[in-house]
């Protein structure tokens, strides 16, 4: 029995212990203002949280920014906040976060040299399908 | 009869799919965001320096016709501190090393650099990480080869380790240059 409680304590103590390593990677820091705060317009807000929505985060790259508690989120939040409530427009903050990052930041896949296929493929494999689709139709007929 | 080799090709198709997930899944991709600011200048700032005894940092420290190695770094980083050492030798192999300390609070900058040396000639407290994303740095250690027209012309992800320091240097010559 003793030797029971004394493996249970130790496995009480790794699990707390598995819970603090992450944390000690974090700082001590307050998060910024307008991480996790509201802005006052809720015109402006939802213009924000649409485009946080599509900005991932590059701590944590599967989430995007409004869903990460990444200290590093919260100042990209802070970041879209600001900008918006000082008037600029969201795809302008999008553009500015690409120059910066590259294609990677955004989740809203923008046409370009490498991404041309994305759009182009679907388009090929819906007229591949109806000129298959009007050869057999018209099998059919005769 | 005659043999439908088509009729396998479904199934071929669904093995190279698994064969691309586990090598995705066993051997993933490395996830580093590069900075795309390599070639351009630094943005504007202007930071309150981030511990007593160094002065802060701005964008005209960087532009004085000397190259200089900016370290991203945050006494909360357990590989800033892994890479102290090089980063000595660095500053002993003629590196002016500028800092931005990422999210930190001038007691715990100050106690990290008692604890593992003070290598910078500037710090600036960047408290909400607005010259790390204005330079697209993703994380903590980052280091950037700045030329003395305050050009980035380089960026180094993740802790330096000793085989890193003679790049560096021979970067940092480049940028004189």
Same mark, same amino acid.
């Given at each position: 029995m003793r030797r029971f409680l004394a493996m249970w304590r130790a496995f009480l103590a790794a699990l707390v212990l598995s819970f603090c390593v992450p944390a000690m990677a974090q700082d001590a820091m307050p998060p910024a203002p307008y991480a996790?705060? %509201?802005l006052d317009d809720p015109a402006q807000e939802a213009k924000a949280r649409a485009l946080m929505e599509t900005l991932r985060c590059l701590k944590c790259q599967g989430q995007s920014i409004?869903?990460?508690?990444?200290?590093?989120?919260?100042?990209?939040?802070? %970041?879209?906040?600001?900008?918006?409530?000082?008037?600029? &427009?969201?795809?302008?903050?999008?553009?500015?976060?690409?120059?910066?990052?590259? &294609?990677?930041?955004?989740?809203?896949?923008?046409?370009?040299?490498?991404?041309?296929?994305? $759009?182009?493929?679907?388009?090929?494999?819906?007229?591949?399908?109806? $000129?298959? $689709?009007?050869?057999?139709?018209?099998?059919?007929? %005769? | 009869m005659r043999v439908r080799w088509s009729l396998w090709l479904p199934l071929l198709l669904f093995a190279g799919f698994c064969a691309l997930v586990a090598?995705?899944?066993?051997?993933?991709?490395? !996830?580093?965001?590069?900075?795309?600011? @390599?070639?351009?200048?630094?943005?504007?700032?202007?930071?309150?320096?981030?511990s007593p005894d160094r002065p802060g940092l701005k964008t005209a420290d960087l532009q004085a016709g000397k190259p200089r190695l900016l370290n991203i770094f945050a006494s909360w980083c357990v590989?800033?501190?892994?890479?102290?050492?090089?980063?000595?030798?660095?500053? !002993?192999?003629?590196?002016? @090393?500028?800092?931005?300390?990422? !999210?930190d609070r001038p007691e715990d900058v100050a106690a990290f650099l008692a604890r593992y040396g003070n290598p910078y000639s500037r710090i600036?407290?960047?408290?909400l990480s607005e010259v790390q994303l204005g330079i697209g740095s993703s994380g903590v250690p980052e280091t950037f080869v700045i030329d003395g027209k305050g050009v980035i012309r380089y960026q180094h992800i993740g802790d330096i380790r000793p085989e890193h320091v003679a790049m560096l240097l021979r970067k940092l010559q480049e940028a004189g240059q």
């Open positions: 996790y705060r %509201q409004a869903d990460s508690d990444a200290p590093m989120a919260g100042d990209m939040r802070h %970041q879209v906040r600001t900008r918006i409530a000082a008037g600029e &427009d969201p795809e302008a903050i999008r553009a500015w976060l690409i120059e910066r990052y590259g &294609d990677y930041v955004s989740y809203k896949p923008e046409l370009g040299a490498s991404t041309w296929p994305l $759009f182009a493929l679907p388009l090929v494999l819906l007229i591949g399908a109806g $000129f298959v $689709f009007s050869r057999r139709f018209r099998r059919g007929r %005769q | 090598v995705q899944l066993f051997h993933p991709a490395e !996830r580093e965001v590069e900075s795309a600011m @390599i070639g351009k200048e630094l943005p504007q700032f202007d930071l309150k320096p981030a590989p800033c501190a892994a890479e102290a050492p090089q980063l000595a030798e660095l500053e !002993r192999g003629g590196a002016d @090393i500028v800092a931005v300390a990422v !999210r600036g407290a960047d408290d």
